[in-house]
């Protein structure tokens, strides 16, 4: 039998729960969009060719904000290209995803789609085959009342009221060789300056996060963020990170501790940051916007017929890396959940990548059912249920060794205090493959009333660590946890081998 003991203190916080932290993505990539989100004629699709099914998903995921339209594909995409009467719009090459682009589905779709599955938009900008024209023009077209050409093209277009787009995205994955109009750090740097001022001359209140490594393992990383923030500090508000993760050659036990490397990418991003503000002698704070996370099995951008990066022929939404998840990837992003939650007093946005049939938590299958997969629900139970203030979490835990990242608590962990309803919220992942694990949770200046929800998602009777949902069923979910107890200011709970669970408790102040 495994152990952990968690302390918690309503006085030791981190921040206050950022909303946009349950974010997600929407890129122009595969079956995302086409047959995604949208697919008219679908015995499902509304009048305007938004799948309903997929929708309420959506609804009952909760994301809070989406980042469109990429992604690799915005570093090639001309905005114009989306708007206009449809039968009017360009048919393009897309050459981040080899696909044929229609662009039946642009800007005004997807601001009608946001509102319709009530999140934010985030929207990115082209700053690799374009410049400060264009990401100037986009914000005067999307966001000025009117009495312009740009914006009264958009009220011609079918859309009196701005768009009000607050948070956008300069560019995307510029520090990566497989980007089109990759740059180097200066170059990025001095063009996201410029971009972001010409930006703002239009609308002041808009928020900026400028591209930051593609990943931890980047030979820039570091210098990269360094040398971006030393020219557009005082012009941008956030910086990006992203992060994929997988299992590699069977290693269980080092995939389950995967969240150690995101730690570990956010406070190096943190410091570097923070020393950049002190060596420019800046007054404002820059936090962070992880707006790409999630496990992706990248064994190849493989397509139905074609196991190779690039498919033979141009082709419209093919099928691309459309990952199936199971019972350990679940736990996985339960742990990536509790980190940008422990992280919340820097990381203010974070967009699981993405939402609909790329490695995604809801599939949805062409002129068919949509579903959940095992993923989703770790996503749509923290976001629901995560309010109030973070907690510290101080954990005494037994240790899994692993070959990749050094020991990890057996038992992984966030909290939150939700003062105005008098709740507790823990979130636990349980990384042990066969024992059990008790877990004890002191609640220090609060004393625990009752259990208010236990549910954990674990194994399925008769099935393994590998067990997913697919078009056939829904054999992933969730189910009550039993045994769970209060008694003052402790919580005890016994957690199954390889699980992701949640506890809620009322609680009263002491």
């Not at 495994?2 to 929407?26: L, Q, Y």
């Not at 319709?116 to 938009?121: G, I, M, N, Q, Y």
């Not at 009495?147 to 956008?168: Q, V």
Request: hydrophobic share 40%; glycine share 8%; charged share 25%.
């Amino acid at each position: 039998m495994s152990r952990a003991r968690i302390v918690v203190d309503r006085d030791f916080t981190v921040s206050e729960v950022p909303r946009r932290i349950f974010g997600s993505f929407v890129e122009h990539m595969g079956r995302c969009v086409y047959t995604g989100i949208y697919e008219p004629g679908h015995p499902e699709a509304d009048e305007r060719g938004y799948r309903r099914d997929v929708l309420a998903l959506v609804k009952e995921m909760g994301p809070t904000v989406v980042r469109y339209p990429g992604g690799n594909f915005v570093s090639g995409y001309n905005w114009e290209d989306g708007v206009g009467p449809v039968e009017d719009r360009p048919v393009r090459l897309d050459g981040a995803w080899h696909t044929v682009e229609t662009n039946a589905f642009g800007l005004h779709e997807f601001v009608e789609w946001a509102r319709l599955a009530d999140v934010e938009v985030m929207e990115a900008i082209n700053l690799g085959t374009r410049g400060v024209d264009a990401a100037r023009e986009l914000v005067e077209y999307a966001n000025h009342p009117g009495g312009t050409r740009l914006s009264d093209m958009r009220i011609a277009n079918g859309a009196k009221e701005p768009f009000d787009i607050k948070l956008w995205c300069l560019g995307n994955e510029l520090d990566g060789p497989w980007q089109i109009g990759h740059k180097t750090p200066e170059e990025y740097g001095r063009l996201a300056q410029e971009a972001a001022k010409a930006m703002r001359f239009v609308d002041p209140t808009i928020e900026l996060v400028a591209v930051g490594s593609s990943n931890s393992g980047m030979p820039t990383f570091g210098t990269w963020e360094q040398t971006v923030l030393r020219h557009a500090y005082e012009e941008v508000d956030y910086i990006s990170l992203h992060a994929y993760y997988q299992e590699h050659d069977g290693d269980a036990a080092s995939f389950l501790a995967s969240a150690l490397d995101m730690d570990y990418f956010i406070e190096s991003v943190v410091s570097t940051a923070d020393a950049i503000k002190a060596s420019g002698k800046h007054r404002k704070q820059i936090n962070l916007s992880f707006d790409e996370w999630n496990v992706w099995y990248q064994t190849g951008l493989e397509t139905e017929d074609q196991p190779s990066a690039v498919a033979a022929t141009w082709r419209e939404h093919p099928r691309l890396i459309e990952d199936t998840y199971n019972v350990t990837d679940a736990v996985v992003v339960g742990t990536f959940l509790n980190s940008l939650l422990r992280h919340s007093d820097r990381v203010k946005i974070a967009n699981q990548a993405q939402l609909v049939n790329v490695i995604a938590p809801i599939r949805a299958e062409e002129n068919g059912p949509a579903w959940r997969q095992s993923i989703f629900w770790p996503f749509a139970r923290t976001s629901a249920l995560a309010r109030g203030q973070v907690l510290r979490t101080a954990v005494t835990s037994d240790v899994v060794e692993t070959a990749r990242y050094g020991g990890a608590d057996v038992v992984d962990v966030s909290a939150t205090w939700d003062e105005e309803n008098g709740v507790v919220a823990l979130f636990l992942a349980h990384r042990g493959l066969e024992e059990s694990a008790d877990v004890e949770a002191v609640l220090r200046g609060l004393t625990a009333t009752r259990v208010t929800r236990a549910e954990v998602l674990t194994t399925p009777e008769g099935g393994d660590r590998f067990s997913a949902n697919t078009i056939e069923g829904e054999t992933v979910g969730l189910r009550d946890l039993d045994g769970v107890a209060v008694d003052g200011e402790t919580v005890t709970l016994r957690l199954p081998p390889l699980s992701w669970a949640v506890v809620q408790v009322a609680v009263e102040r002491r």
